[in-house]
């Protein structure tokens, strides 16, 4: 197994979920994933759903054998650890777009001529990356978190038995 090595020309991003934190490097290469210095299969066993979770973003876009991802995931547990290290996949992308393929922004012309025409040409543009990430909430932090468990409690918010008398 050889070492995959951050490039300089990498798109960087961070990606949370519950207690896990991810820094995401995401380069030009053959669809290998490498966390924390392993590959996924090795990192997250031979349960495949987390390493799926991963992928989700660049199978969305039909990327998955254009890029390499090197992430560095800390805290939570193994299905936090995946899900920010999708986020971060999908900020990476988002950035890939935005800086290489670019984004077509709608103009609105004040002739009737030339507005019918944009609007033909937008009916038949396929979304954006954004639009597609987007919509399956990819790009989107999951704030829920475990409470914690508080005083005169026996757990978050199992209260003790009331007794009247």
């Known amino acids: 197994m050889e070492k995959i090595k951050v490039a300089k020309d990498a798109y960087y991003a961070k990606g949370g979920r519950k207690a896990s934190v991810s820094r995401v490097y995401l380069q030009k290469g053959k669809g290998r994933i490498v966390i924390n210095g392993k590959e996924a299969k090795d990192y997250f066993g031979p349960d495949n759903k987390w390493i799926e979770q991963i992928y989700a973003?660049?199978?969305?876009?039909?990327?998955?054998?254009?890029?390499d991802v090197i992430c560095f995931a800390k805290g939570g547990g193994v299905t936090g650890q995946s899900e920010a290290i999708r986020m971060g996949v999908s900020r990476c992308l988002d950035a890939y777009e935005l800086k290489v393929i670019g984004r077509k922004v709608?103009?609105?012309?004040?002739?009737?001529?030339?507005?019918?025409?944009?609007?033909?040409?937008?009916?038949?543009?396929?979304?954006?990356?954004?639009?597609?990430?987007?919509?399956?909430?990819?790009?989107?932090?999951?704030?829920?978190?475990?409470?914690?468990?508080?005083?005169?409690?026996?757990?978050?918010?199992?209260?003790?038995?009331?007794?009247?008398?």
């Open 57 to 67: 973003p660049l199978r969305l876009l039909k990327q998955e054998e254009q890029f």
């Open 106 to 165: 709608e103009t609105v012309d004040s002739s009737d001529a030339e507005a019918s025409e944009d609007e033909d040409e937008s009916a038949e543009m396929p979304p954006t990356w954004r639009k597609q990430l987007r919509a399956k909430g990819y790009l989107t932090r999951d704030s829920r978190a475990v409470l914690r468990k508080r005083v005169g409690f026996r757990k978050a918010r199992k209260r003790p038995q009331y007794s009247k008398r």
